[in-house]
């Protein structure tokens, strides 16, 4: 059974990287289970204070990553239409990322079109429109940023407590 758990620990921690740069596959979660399965083995000892702690950071980091793009849309200057163009964006990214090659690179710019797009039928100059657009850009990396710092930490505690 031990081997088990340091196996799904190794491949929950592979599924969370790129869970983290992939949208629609949620990699905090993975991340966390790689912490509890290796907790679970014999190699770690469970820690329930650390359980619990990284769990509520998972969920944390997964909602936050759906709305952070919007956030910092609206930080940067836009508008509800362009919210809503760049929710629209994210959906079209996670919808097109099976397409191939373009798909990983719409996960990017999907978001940033779609706010452009939504501030510009909003009304809003090229300029502003523009600027509403780099917001949900920003606010993609971060949540993509805050998703990989996780799973690096889970992939860090996975190895150390095989090792040590």
């Known amino acids: 059974m031990n081997i088990v758990l340091i196996i799904l620990a190794i491949l929950m921690v592979l599924v969370g990287i790129v869970g983290s740069v992939v949208p629609g596959l949620a990699g905090p979660p993975f991340s966390w ?9 014999n190699v770690a000892e469970a820690n329930t204070v650390l359980l619990v702690v990284t769990a509520a950071v998972a969920i944390v980091i997964t909602v936050l990553d759906y709305i952070v793009p919007s956030l910092s849309t609206k930080r940067h200057g836009g508008s509800k239409a362009g919210v809503w163009g760049c929710n629209i964006g994210l959906v079209i990214s996670i919808v097109g990322l099976p397409f191939g090659p373009q798909g990983l690179i719409g996960v990017i710019f999907w978001p940033f079109i779609g706010a452009f797009l939504g501030e510009l039928i909003g009304g809003k100059a090229s300029k502003e429109a523009m600027q509403a657009a780099w917001g949900a850009f920003l606010g993609f990396l971060t949540g993509t940023g805050l998703k990989l710092l996780f799973a690096i930490f889970a992939a860090i505690f996975v190895v150390r407590e095989f090792f040590v």
Not at 33 to 41: E, G, M, N, T, Y
């Open 33 to 41: 289970l790689a912490i509890l399965f290796i907790s679970l083995s």
